[in-house]
Structure formats: structure tokens, C-alpha cells
């Protein structure tokens, strides 16, 4: 079984095919096709994997190329985790926002909304070549924004796209955690967007032991999204949100916290990451060890400001071992070998959220066979989250039709409309400084 890795340069790529190096079953994957179009990257990366590779028998087979189709063709799976733009792109996108005084983050606010408007026009291009190239291939997307991006996709490749995130999969273990219950055997009944999601409840044996954490503040303040947004407000909420809501419910302390670092993520990851791709090129360095390296710094400093700014201190040893790749494995195995199983996925809404139309692609949990990935049926949401959950998509609704259009006043709107953009003159700013230093938004007009 081939699976092809779009953006096989990325730094994270060696998660991926640690996954697959253990997994020894029937219909597993022995053949992986890197795709990058930076060769340095893709040979950096390579490296990587081969010493990942070194004595482990029938290892998954490696070779890479900056060819998009002959990547494509005889894919079975094709894992999409692209960056346009690449870091030095989310640099950007933090440093425009915060100078207007708003959110740069990737996936949240205008960095995020920035980030898929030069996405989404790659993004559907891909879709439109494996349609071509290798229709029978499911397409798992990692890309981000995860949710809106599926959702460009799924126009060309229906319910064969689906998004993984590792946020609400880390979330839902942390609340099994502290309850003493099995996550593999608990029911997180997580719903949302992708990074725009809140736990509900765990059911364990039929029993929801969320109002247990709800009432002891002790257990609330023993892990990560407790001390980020503190007991009261969760107990006011009757959830658990996922942790990129911090940048909603405490927006005005996150900006300050970003634009009083010392540096921003995206600056971070992409000084780092040179200086990895610089050692790993050096034939006399292990890449694996350098590798390992700058990934324990990375995990460690991931949303330090938001915890800074919530006086949540350090990330806890359990939350640093990543997660999105057993989610891509389970997937893979599930439909590769209709091994039926739960995961909390972005797929199409169908009738789970009324509050939504069924093309919307949502976060929720779903059962997945052979056939695809379907969604469970979902409680609705409370008016506070309805209301947050539909504005967002209305914006992401208007980056899909401003990546169709290249009208530029349509990028003002998606960029106004957000719960995190004050005002139309800075919406009109914003679009100004980033067409200004993207190319990948040379489109409008």
C-alpha cells in the first residue's frame, strides 16, 4: 500500500512514519512518496527517516520527489500537510496582525484567515489532481486551517477527504486522565470546528464523569486547559474547551502576552527549523538526533504565551509526545482494513449540527469502517457556542469564495466578519500589509 506525504519536507513527517515503522499488520503501508518542492528539505528528511529506518525489518520503502504527480499516482492514501508560504510565511502572517493590534496566529483570527486565503487556491488544486490521478485514494489533510481546508477539498473529493488534528484527541485524553479512566474506552462527546471545539461530557460504562471534574477544583487545576482557563469559567461553561479558545475567551491578555514576546511562534519555529535543516544536511551529524532534538524544544514552547498570560506554567510530560499520527494510522488501518473504530475527525456535517448545513465540514466524532468516516449524531450546542461556531464559519464560508473570486472586497469581508477583527479599517489594513509581503495572495484583485 503506497501512501504519498504532500509537504514531505515538513518538519513533522518523522512522526508519521514512526507510526507506520510499528505497525507490522496486514495491508500495512510499504511504500511512502515524499513530495516537497525544496529539495534541500526533502534530503534533510530523508536522512531522518532512514535512520529512523535502520534495522527494523520490511521497513516502509522511502524515495521522494518535487513532482506533485508522479507523487500522486498509485497513491492509496495522500497526507496533506503542506505550508504555503512556508515559516518564514507565518512570520508574517503573526508580525501584520500584531501591529494592527489583533490575533497572528495560524489557524485563529487574521493570521489564520491570512494563511488559508493563499492555501485554499493550493489546496484545491490538489484536490482536483488526485481526482484525476488516483480517484480511489482517501485524502487525509493535515494542513491548516484543517477545518476550512477539508472543506476546499471535499467540493472535488467529496467524504474521501477527511481532517485529523491532534488537539481534540490530547484534550479528551487529558480529561480521561485526571478522571482515572481508560481513554480507549471512555466517550468524548467533543463537538465544533477544528480548533474551535469543547468537550462535553466522557461517558464511562454509560456514565458522564465530566460533572465529577466540573465540582473539584483540585482535578480542574491538575492539568493543562484547567490552569489555562481557569475553574470558574469552566464550571460556567458545564465543558472543556479546546485549548485554541483561550484565544477567544482571553483575547485581550493573548495579544498582549504575543506582542510582548521576545519573539513570536512562527519567528521561533522558523530560526529553529533552519537551523535543524542546516544540521541535518551535514553528512557528518545524525539528522534522527537533531531531529529529536529540536522537536522536544518545540513541544515544550507550544502555546507558551497563552499559558504565560493564564499563569498556567509548564506543559506536562504526557502532552509532549504529539498525537495527529496515531490518528492518521487509525484512520488508514480503519478504512484500509475496516478495523471499525471511533476518532474525532473534521468530515462534512451532513444532519449532525442543525445549526450548520451539510456541506460544512465540522470537528465531532465519528465511526469509521472501509467505507469512509461518519459523524455521530450530536447533542446541540448552547447559544454561546452556536453563536461562535456559525460566525466562524461564515468567515471561513467567505475565504472559500474569495479564493474562487480573487475579489479583494470579498477578503475585506472574511477578514471584518471575524469574532476577532474590531473593525472594517483594520480588516482593510490587513488585507493591504498581507498582499503586500505575500505572494501567495497575488491573486487579488
Request: charged share 25%.
Amino acid at each position: 500500500m503506497q501512501l504519498t506525504i504532500l509537504g514531505g519536507g515538513g518538519f513533522r513527517v518523522p512522526l508519521v512514519y514512526g507510526a507506520l515503522l510499528g505497525d507490522r499488520g496486514a495491508g500495512r503501508v510499504t511504500r511512502v512518496v515524499l513530495h516537497d518542492p525544496d529539495t534541500a528539505r526533502l534530503a534533510a528528511v530523508t536522512r531522518v527517516l532512514a535512520e529512523q529506518a535502520a534495522g527494523v525489518p520490511d521497513a516502509p520503502e522511502v524515495t521522494a520527489t518535487t513532482d506533485v504527480d508522479e507523487a500522486l499516482r498509485g497513491a492509496d492514501f495522500v497526507f496533506s500537510a503542506i505550508r504555503v508560504g512556508g515559516a518564514e510565511g507565518r512570520a508574517e502572517d503573526e508580525r501584520v496582525a500584531l501591529a494592527e493590534g489583533v490575533l497572528g496566529q495560524e489557524t485563529v483570527g487574521a493570521g489564520g484567515i491570512a494563511y488559508g486565503l493563499r492555501t485554499v487556491p493550493v489546496a484545491v488544486d490538489i484536490a482536483r489532481r488526485v481526482a484525476r490521478l488516483a480517484p480511489e485514494a482517501w485524502v487525509i489533510n493535515f494542513t491548516n486551517p484543517a477545518g476550512l481546508v477539508t472543506e476546499a477539498m471535499s467540493r472535488h473529493l467529496g467524504d474521501r477527504v477527511i481532517g485529523i488534528c491532534d488537539s481534540p484527541v490530547g484534550l479528551g485524553r487529558r480529561v480521561a486522565r485526571v478522571l482515572g479512566a481508560d481513554p480507549e474506552r471512555a466517550w468524548i462527546d467533543y463537538v465544533g470546528l477544528n480548533h474551535l471545539g469543547w468537550v462535553r461530557g466522557l461517558r464511562v460504562a454509560g456514565r458522564d464523569e465530566l460533572p465529577r471534574l466540573l465540582d473539584d477544583p483540585v482535578l480542574l487545576g491538575s492539568f493543562e486547559e484547567g490552569r489555562l482557563f481557569g475553574a470558574e469559567w469552566l464550571r460556567s461553561l458545564g465543558a472543556v474547551p479546546n485549548e485554541y479558545l483561550h484565544y477567544y475567551y482571553f483575547n485581550r491578555e493573548t495579544v498582549r502576552a504575543y506582542r510582548e514576546a521576545e519573539q513570536t511562534r512562527g519567528a521561533f519555529l522558523r530560526d529553529q527549523q533552519a537551523r535543524f535543516y542546516a544540521q541535518a544536511g551535514d553528512p557528518s551529524v545524525s539528522a534522527l538526533a537533531a531531529w529529536q532534538r529540536t522537536r522536544a524544544e518545540r513541544e515544550s514552547t507550544y502555546m507558551a504565551e497563552n499559558r504565560e498570560a493564564a499563569g498556567a506554567g509548564e506543559r506536562e510530560p504526557e502532552d509532549l509526545s504529539g498525537g495527529y499520527e496515531k490518528v492518521a494510522l487509525a484512520l488508514m488501518r480503519a478504512v484500509a482494513r475496516n478495523e471499525r473504530t471511533t476518532l474525532i475527525l473534521n468530515v462534512r456535517n451532513r444532519a449532525t449540527l442543525a445549526a450548520l448545513d451539510a456541506e460544512a465540514v465540522i470537528e465531532v466524532p465519528c465511526l469509521v469502517d472501509a467505507s469512509g468516516a461518519h459523524p455521530v449524531a450530536a447533542d446541540p450546542l448552547p447559544g454561546h457556542a452556536t453563536g461562535l461556531v456559525c460566525a466562524v464559519k461564515a468567515v471561513e464560508r467567505e475565504v472559500l469564495a474569495t479564493a474562487a473570486s480573487g475579489a479583494r472586497a470579498q477578503a475585506v469581508k472574511a477578514f471584518a466578519l471575524h469574532p476577532l477583527v474590531d473593525s472594517v479599517a483594520v480588516a482593510r489594513r490587513l488585507v493591504d500589509a498581507y498582499t503586500a509581503v505575500h505572494p501567495g495572495l497575488s491573486y487579488l484583485r
